[in-house]
């Protein structure tokens, strides 16, 4: 058997209670500096602005996915499969729209994962729901150039999550409680 080279925990035992402090072994983790004036921060930023070039092209692919998953639902209905699908495809673009320069395609994205994830019968979500969510999305990533989409986007989106917020309310009435969790106020934005 292998002997730990670890130190042991440190306990400190007072009259009601003991206070244990475990190994710091994170230091090991860390690399001292051999030059003062590398700047990893600017490193991962020029990284990041090198990779900015392929952004398009992956929000693109991402929306062709989500399109691939609506069609899906659409000749197949919702089920398990194509439920999750869809849901998968609008979480992606959720997580990756603001990392990639289109915030308003996130809050669309946004908006249709909560349409999926908070609707208690997936049979009973509306198909033309599903539909101008992603129409919405493919068209703000496909109109993201221009001048006037800002403006558009936000409308379409304040729409949209009021339509799914009123549809939420209606499907999830007889459930005060979830109901409260799912419209309470965010803690952190």
């Known amino acids: 058997m292998a002997i730990s080279k670890d130190p042991a925990p440190s306990v400190a035992t007072f ?17 001292k ?29 991402e929306c062709e996915r989500l399109e691939a998953a609506r069609q899906d639902v659409k000749r197949a209905g919702l089920s398990k499969k194509t439920y999750d699908a869809l849901f998968r495809a609008a979480h992606d673009i959720r997580g990756e729209a603001g990392t990639f320069g289109y915030p308003a ?11 999926l994830e908070h609707t208690p019968d997936m049979a009973r979500i509306p198909l033309p729901s599903i539909e101008q969510h992603v129409d919405a999305l493919r ?11 800002g403006g558009v986007a936000a409308v379409l ?28 106020p965010k803690l952190a934005s």
């Not at 068209?139 to 989409?149: K, L």
């Not at 989106?157 to 999830?172: G, P």
């Open 157 to 184: 989106t304040r729409r949209l999550r009021e339509v799914t917020d009123e549809f939420l309310r209606t499907e999830n009435a007889s459930r005060p409680d979830y109901l409260e969790s799912i419209f309470a």
């Open 33 to 61: 500096a051999t030059d003062p004036d590398d700047d990893p921060v600017g490193r991962a930023e020029a990284a990041l602005a090198q990779l900015s070039t392929e952004f398009s092209d992956w929000m693109h692919a």
């Open 139 to 149: 068209a703000m990533v496909r109109e993201h150039g221009r001048q006037d989409m």
């Open 15 to 31: 009259a009601d209670h003991e206070v244990i402090t475990p190994p710091n072994t994170l230091r090991k983790a860390i690399a």
């Open 105 to 115: 395609a996130g809050a669309v994205a946004e908006s249709l994962c909560r349409l």
